[in-house]
């Protein structure tokens, strides 16, 4: 699977993005989807997963009630709406296909996209 990540920028403290993540290669709807970030100077830590059909999602306690995963699975697209952001939360954020059992640890994951830098200013 190839993934290719879109939508990171600079924002300011309070502000929201969203972040896109498309695939092409394989059936998108025959996998978990994840997206990781890693801060300079820091390991890649999970962020949000979410289940093949969509119907069951999974947060980092640090996003919970800000960050929000959803699929499209007709246009093979997962997507990270990223609301109240914190200076924290600057890291390039990278998607991933999920092959393992867990959705929380990266050794799980496999085809990386490119990541997107997120930029949150105080």
């Known amino acids: 699977v190839q993934l290719q990540a879109s939508g990171g920028g600079l924002v300011q403290a309070g502000g929201s993005l969203r972040l896109s993540c498309a695939a092409s290669?394989?059936?998108?709807?025959?996998?978990?989807m994840g997206w990781f970030r890693q801060a300079p100077g820091k390991e890649r830590e999970f962020v949000a997963g979410?289940?093949?059909?969509?119907?069951?999602?999974y947060y980092a306690d640090s996003v919970k009630g800000r960050f929000t995963i959803s699929r499209d699975n007709a246009k093979s697209t997962v997507d990270l709406r990223m609301n109240s952001l914190k200076p924290e939360d600057t890291a390039v954020y990278y998607c991933?296909?999920?092959?393992?059992?867990?959705?929380?640890?990266?050794?799980?994951?496999?085809?990386w996209g490119q990541g997107t830098q997120v930029t949150v200013s105080s």
């Open positions: 991933a296909r999920r092959v393992g059992v867990s959705y929380y640890y990266d050794s799980e994951y496999r085809d």
């Open positions: 290669g394989r059936t998108f709807s025959n996998y978990g």
């Open positions: 979410v289940s093949r059909s969509g119907s069951n999602t």
